[in-house]
Nanobody
Framework: QEQLVESGGGLVQAGGSLRLSCAAS????????MGWFRQAPGKAREFVSS????????YYANSVRGRFTISRDNGKNTVYLQMNSLKPEDTAVYYC?????????????????WGQGTQVTVSS
């Protein structure tokens, strides 16, 4: 089981940037694909981005493509989400997740371990 701790959330004005980090501990980090999801109040948790074990394969939700960038540092057991040009509709709790699958999933139930989440609030 991977233990995941997110950080980097906060309050930012529209058009601003934030970088989220997710530090993993437990098993070998490079054996896991990683993903970011978000959940706004009253809404279901939704896919944001995912990255394969080596970092060569990445996927993005249409709503964030071109604004967000996912990356990972296997030497630091950390996955990042760089968020630029933030919009008020990006406001949510952001969760990182780990999957033992050999590809980076885009579906929530294909992830095995979850962090506690970090709040991102974008003001207009």
């Amino acid at each position: 089981q991977e233990q995941l701790v997110e950080s980097g959330g906060g309050l930012v004005q529209a058009g601003g940037s934030l970088r989220l980090s997710c530090a993993a501990s437990g098993r070998t980090f490079s054996n896991y694909a990683m993903g970011w999801f978000r959940q706004a109040p009253g809404k279901a948790r939704e896919f944001v981005s995912s990255i394969g074990r080596s970092g060569e394969i990445t996927y993005y939700a249409n709503s964030v493509r071109g604004r967000f960038t996912i990356s990972r540092d296997n030497g630091k057991n950390t996955v990042y989400l760089q968020m630029n040009s933030l919009k008020p509709e990006d406001t949510a709790v952001y969760y990182c997740a780990a999957s033992g699958r050999p590809y980076p999933p885009v579906i929530l139930y294909e992830y095995d371990d979850w962090g506690q989440g970090t709040q991102v609030t974008v003001s207009s």
